[in-house]
């Protein structure tokens, strides 16, 4: 079983920054993309951005220019820097990782996730 471990969530104030980091318990080699989302209360879980294994990356529109993700492969680690926080940004963040597996001779991917870190954005 596949564990991803988040940390770096907290409360900031509004125009602050906060990095978030996600360890996956699998060897780099079969990680696929990794990436961040998040839910609000009341809310679904939205997409926030994600990372390929060769570092290509894709943000949703509202996070363009102030967050930034990235992964170091030989640490299993993706992480999500935050700036210019806003408090519309509280939610609970929460890791993905697609996990490559091979069937006989056919390549699948299984969706892991993180239990989640709150982020709080509040003066």
């Known amino acids: 079983q596949v564990q991803l471990v988040e940390s770096g969530g907290g409360l900031v104030q509004p125009g602050g920054s906060l990095t978030l980091s996600c360890v996956a318990s699998e060897s780099a080699g079969s990680i696929g993309v990794m990436g961040w989302f998040r839910q609000a209360p009341g809310k679904q879980r939205d997409l926030v951005a994600i990372?390929?294994?060769?570092?290509?990356?894709n943000y949703a529109d509202d996070m363009k220019g102030r967050f930034t993700i990235s992964r170091d492969n030989a640490k299993n680690t993706v992480y999500l820097q935050m700036s210019n926080l806003k408090p519309e940004d509280t939610a609970v963040y929460y890791c993905n990782a697609q996990i490559m597996r091979l069937r006989g001779s056919t390549w699948y991917s299984v969706d892991y996730w993180g239990q989640g870190t709150q982020v709080t954005v509040s003066s």
């Open positions: 990372v390929g294994s060769s570092g290509n990356t």
